[in-house]
């Protein structure tokens, strides 16, 4: 059983890792050629040395600011998106006049907004809460609403004739169904959080990942910078698997996932 098991592993994410391990050599091989200056892409070797260097500024510090920007982003977009969506799914003037400014609100782009929401807010958590929420709504938004829209369809006017209302429907044939794409509208939206919480560092904080990385590009730092970058990645991807399993232990409960 654990040599099947060993197999299936190896066939999921062997490729990933083998190709991760060859990109990971060539990187460090070229640099320590000088191929590459080190200014412009440092070895994985010294970006490990910055990341021990600095990891009271990174792990104690820095890392925490963001993380507490894209949790408190997360949040207030999973909440509004989650309200919008079944509202505009249950309401249709409501749909017909919110969802024109829902992907208005979305072709405006980000860094003309982030000084507005600084004038608003000050250099404060809250500026860069409000970049991060700006960019993490919609996908909430869009995924409830198609997930609601698109499913329940075949049972909705046997419960009606069954004397259901309008929220056991939504309850019964209609929730379980939209599951799956509400769940991939969190997946999109919590990567897109760490974006924008670093984009609100970017421009106007004083603590962050995003800020560190700018601190350390302006002083040519590269190791450092990458070292952020890094930390800022793995982030992405531990807060992303974290839904994806979140996905799976509900969707298994509601007999989705077999």
Known sequence: MKAAWCRKAFRNYGPFAL???FTLVAW???????LIPSFILPAPSSIFMAL??????????????????????????????????????????????LYPLLVISQTVPLIALSPIF?????????????????TAFFPVVVGTYDGLHKSGAIYRELLLTLGANRWQILQKTQIPPALPAFFSGLKLSIVYCVIGATIGE?????????????????????????????????????????ITLL???ILKKRGIYR
């Open 28 to 34: 460090e091989t070229a640099a320590r050629l000088e």
């Open 202 to 242: 970017w421009l106007g904080g004083s603590k962050g990942l995003g800020y560190f990385s700018r601190r350390m590009a302006g002083n040519l730092q590269s190791a450092e910078m990458f070292a952020a970058v890094v930390l800022l990645s793995a982030l992405g991807v531990t807060l992303f698997l974290s």
């Open 19 to 21: 190709l991760a391990v």
């Open 52 to 97: 021990v260097r600095q990891r009271g500024l990174l792990f104690g510090v820095h890392l925490p600011a963001t993380l507490e920007e894209v949790l408190l982003g997360f949040g207030l977009s999973v909440s509004c998106g989650l309200l919008l969506g079944t509202g505009m799914h249950m309401f249709t003037p409501l749909e017909k006049a």
């Open 247 to 249: 996905e799976r232990i």
């Open 118 to 134: 600084i004038m608003w807010f000050g250099y404060t958590l809250w500026s860069k809460v409000a970049v991060v929420f700006l």
